[in-house]
């Protein structure tokens, strides 16, 4: 069983960054862990992924101005959001996925706005 807890969402303005965490309560040493975002009226889309060898992947909306990584001592992945875009106005959901089961956070919301 993990659970995923996201935090540091929260109001920046244009071209501002934020740093979100996603700490599970397990270890993900071996998980596929990922950070989908959500806008109101829209679908879930994948904004990054990090496999359990530590390779990458990212929409093409965020490409080169959002970096997932992962920390496995401390059981927690991050994605640092740089030059943020009105458009990146979103929950953003950490997901990880393992060999049993999916499990999803709650969310974390971030609001790009001046």
């Known amino acids: 069983q993990v659970q995923l807890v996201e935090s540091g969402g929260g109001l920046v303005q244009p071209g501002g960054s934020l740093r979100l965490s996603c700490a599970a309560s397990g270890s993900i040493f071996n998980i596929y862990v990922a950070w989908f975002h959500q806008a109101p009226g829209k679908q879930r889309e994948l904004v990054a992924v990090?496999?359990?060898?530590?390779?990458?992947n990212y929409g093409d909306p965020v490409k080169g101005r959002f970096t997932i990584s992962r920390d496995n001592a401390k059981n927690t992945v991050y994605l640092q959001m740089n030059s943020l875009k009105p458009e990146d106005t979103a929950v953003y959901i950490c997901y990880a996925h393992t060999t049993i089961r999916d499990y999803w956070g709650q969310g974390t919301q971030v609001t790009v706005s001046s």
């Open positions: 990090i496999t359990s060898g530590g390779s990458t």
